[in-house]
């Protein structure tokens, strides 16, 4: 519920929705590990 109620703060504050904050946070996320994948993420490939 904290998360919910920050996020929609924050949406409010830059003027996106809700759902706009979360593909970007998430869209973000998935970049960075394709470009420098975590340990557990390696592992899992071998």
Known sequence: MFVWSKLKNIA???????Y???YT?????L??????PSGLISLASI
């Open 12 to 18: 409010y504050v830059t003027g996106k929705t809700i």
């Open 25 to 29: 946070l998430l869209s973000d996320y």
């Open 31 to 36: 970049v960075n590990q394709l470009k420098y």
């Open 20 to 22: 706009q904050l979360k």
